[in-house]
Nanobody, 124 residues
């Protein structure tokens, strides 16, 4: 089992920056990759970014590429999401997720563990 807890959400203005963190505990060595997803009211949970523990390859959704940066600290079992130039459309609950097996990191269906989420609200 892997437990995930997100932190760092809040209310900011458009153009501001915010840094989300995800702390993993439990059998973290068994995970292949970590991802961030977000879900706005009335919408599906969408892929934001992902990182593999082996090699540190990163992947981004087109809507955040160039503005968001995902990073991981294997020793501390943490994954962060630095969000710059925030827009009102970035408003959502952000979830951290871990997947055990290799595969498409952009699909939420392949992730095995999820955090409870943290709210990010960007006012325009």
């Amino acid at each position: 089992q892997v437990q995930l807890v997100e932190s760092g959400g809040g209310l900011v203005q458009a153009g501001d920056s915010l840094r989300l963190s995800c702390e993993a505990s439990g059998r973290t060595r068994s995970s292949y990759a970590m991802g961030w997803f977000r879900q706005a009211p009335g919408k599906e949970r969408d892929f934001v970014a992902a990182i593999t523990w082996n090699g540190g390859s990163t992947y981004y959704a087109g809507s955040v590429k160039g503005r968001f940066t995902i990073s991981g600290d294997n020793a501390k079992n943490t994954v962060s999401l630095q969000m710059n130039s925030l827009k009102a459309e970035d408003t959502a609950v952000y979830y951290c997720a871990a997947r055990i097996a290799a595969g498409s990191l952009r699909s939420r269906n392949g992730y095995d563990y999820w955090g409870p989420g943290t709210q990010v609200t960007v006012s325009s």
